[in-house]
């Protein structure tokens, strides 16, 4: 996309991290899964929880998808972390767990809001997260 950020996802440890930056017109980075082998039936599940260390304050957004269309709807939500000065006694090992709610989530494409779309949640697809320095 021409912009200078960068990250990476260890599938050993789970652990995603990188860089962000506005050099060249960037200031975002994501990752996202490949599409399932076997469909997630999440039918009896009010979201999904991540798991979060550091994070200070900023805010991410979690998403789901019910379709293989690799770029088709998105059901996104985003999140906001703790800074590191609030942890204290709530988080002492810096690790939060967040609560992505379906209820609360938008369906977009590319960023985009798409009214009368209706979420099949037992039929979750991928998953993926998202940071941007820019609102």
Do not use: H
Not at 36 to 42: G, P
Not at 50 to 66: A, I, L, N, S
């Amino acid at each position: 996309m021409g912009g200078a950020s960068a990250s990476t996802f260890d599938n050993q440890t789970g652990m995603w991290k990188g860089t962000v930056t506005t050099a060249n017109n960037g200031g975002f980075v994501g990752i996202r899964s490949t599409s399932f082998k076997r469909t997630l039936d999440m039918s009896a599940c009010k979201g999904f929880q991540v798991k979060v260390r550091g994070g200070e304050g900023r805010r991410f957004k979690g998403t789901v998808r019910d379709s293989t269309d690799f770029n088709g709807v998105c059901w996104s939500a985003s999140f906001d972390t703790v800074k590191a000065s609030t942890f204290g006694s709530v988080f002492p090992d810096r690790t939060q767990s967040i609560e992505v709610l379906f209820e609360k989530q938008i369906p977009t494409i590319f960023a985009k809001k798409i009214p009368g779309q209706v979420f099949n949640s037992d039929k979750v697809q991928g998953i993926q997260f998202a940071y941007s320095k820019v609102s």
